[in-house]
């Protein structure tokens, strides 16, 4: 079994007031390892411009356009995907039902699509239930993403509309930034039943020299056996400036706090194209990870998404 492997020459990555030494890895073996271990993406956009509507994406020029599983696969296909899971894409209000079907119709020509994280607006009331039961009728619909407000521990509307999801069994991706992890961990610790997945390791604020918010909330979520942490969108923070030892320290802190059990990958895909390709984003990931033991590689790269998911 491959163990970590560190140079007794550290290298010192600040964080703002986080400093974890850099990692020298052992070429070694790392190319062949990484094409022999399956990957399930757990976080891959779709955009039909011709069915449905995306207003975020007006001030998204570089990714505004429509892409396909055609664009997934050519993009990919060095990346080893094993499985997919679909992610509600950002389309306009009340059409999360109308997307995940189109997806689901989809996955009949892609046997990879193992699961859908759909959108739905839990605070609506009766209606709120309504959608979840109809989205519930597609096989591949895992778990929901959606709107997250600042009161959410607080809010009868959405906790309502939260147990309603909760009591289906379904998983809930949060989308949030490091100002509402404190609130997302009393939503976690009243509902500890559902599996939470913090998205895109919480969307730290690169450009602030001052990491405490962030850091202190990913430290807290991690102490809740039922949230889990989804390693992507760390380039997109960086933007075109990215490099491995930018976001080195990041992804080693989310690593040291959830552990590598409760960790997931994935490609933002097409959203990673703001910051550079996802095959180098992927190459980053391989990297940084190589200094872990094939069994690690496993869980973080396929079967802790395959448990969380319900794949």
């Given at each position: 079994m491959k163990r970590r492997i560190f140079s007794t020459n550290f290298i010192g990555v600040s964080v703002g007031t986080l400093c974890i030494p850099s990692v020298m890895w052992a070429s070694e073996n790392n190319d062949a390892r990484f094409g022999k271990i399956p990957k399930t993406d757990t976080h891959v956009h779709l955009f039909d411009l011709e069915n449905l509507s995306y207003s975020?994406?007006?001030?998204?020029?570089k990714i505004n356009r429509n892409f396909d599983l055609q664009d997934y696969r050519k993009a990919t296909k060095k990346s080893n995907i094993g499985k997919m899971v679909f992610m509600e894409s950002g389309t306009d209000a009340?059409?999360?039902?109308?997307?995940?079907?189109?997806?689901?119709?989809?996955?009949?020509?892609?046997?990879?699509?193992?699961?859908?994280?759909?959108?739905?607006?839990?605070?609506?009331?009766?209606?709120?239930e309504k959608v979840l039961e109809q989205l519930c009728e597609l096989p591949l619909?895992?778990?929901?993403?959606?709107?997250f407000p600042k009161d959410a521990a607080t809010s009868n509307a959405f906790l309502k509309g939260f147990k309603a999801l909760a009591d289906r069994k379904l998983s809930f991706d949060l989308l949030l930034?490091?100002?509402?992890m404190v609130e997302a961990v009393e939503v976690a610790r009243k509902f500890p039943d559902t599996n939470f997945i913090l998205d895109h390791i919480g969307n730290p604020n690169v450009a602030d020299a001052d990491t405490t918010q962030w850091r202190n909330g990913v430290e807290k979520l991690a102490e809740l056996p039922n949230v889990n942490c989804k390693i992507s969108g760390i380039i997109t923070r960086f933007g075109k400036d990215w490099s491995v030892e930018k976001i080195e320290p990041y992804i080693l802190y989310v690593i040291e706090k959830f552990g590598m059990d409760r960790l997931v990958f994935a490609g933002d895909w097409p959203v990673v194209l703001r910051a550079g390709s996802y095959i180098s984003?992927?190459?980053?990931?391989?990297?940084?990870t190589g200094q872990f033991s094939d069994e690690e590689l496993h869980h973080i790269y396929h079967k802790n998404a395959d448990r969380i998911y319900k794949l």
């Open positions: 975020w994406l007006k001030n998204s020029p009340g059409l999360g039902l109308k997307e995940a079907t189109l997806v689901s119709k989809q996955a009949l020509s892609e046997p990879r699509i193992k699961g859908i994280v759909a959108k739905a607006d839990l605070m609506q009331g009766p209606r709120t619909v895992k778990g929901i993403r959606a709107g930034s490091p100002s509402l984003w992927s190459r980053a990931f391989e990297k940084i």
